[in-house]
Nanobody
């Protein structure tokens, strides 16, 4: 069992940066692939970024590539999402999720554990 708690969201202006954190409980965190998803009002949840268990492999949605960076610190049981050059269209609730296998990483149903989400609002 893995419990996930996101933090770091807030209200920022376009062009600003934020770093989201996702703290995980459980001794097996380092064996899980981790992903970030987001859900804007009235829209479906969508994939943002993913990272394999070691941090050596990452993957991004085209909409955030070059602006967002996913990373992890297995010693701290934490995964991060650094978000630069934020745009109003990045406004959403951001969720982290854990998957046993770094395979179908863009698929919501592939992830076993989810956090409660943290709100990111970008004003223009």
């Amino acid at each position: 069992q893995v419990q996930l708690v996101e933090s770091g969201g807030g209200l920022v202006q376009a062009g600003d940066s934020l770093r989201l954190s996702c703290a995980a409980s459980g001794r097996t965190f380092s064996s899980y692939a981790m992903g970030w998803f987001r859900q804007a009002p009235g829209k479906e949840r969508e994939f943002v970024a993913a990272i394999n268990w070691s941090g050596g492999t990452t993957y991004y949605a085209d909409s955030v590539k070059g602006r967002f960076t996913i990373s992890r610190d297995n010693a701290k049981n934490t995964v991060y999402l650094r978000m630069n050059s934020l745009k109003p269209e990045d406004t959403a609730v951001y969720y982290c999720a854990a998957d046993r296998i770094y395979r179908n990483i863009v698929t919501i149903g592939s992830y076993e554990f989810w956090g409660q989400g943290t709100q990111v609002t970008v004003s223009s």
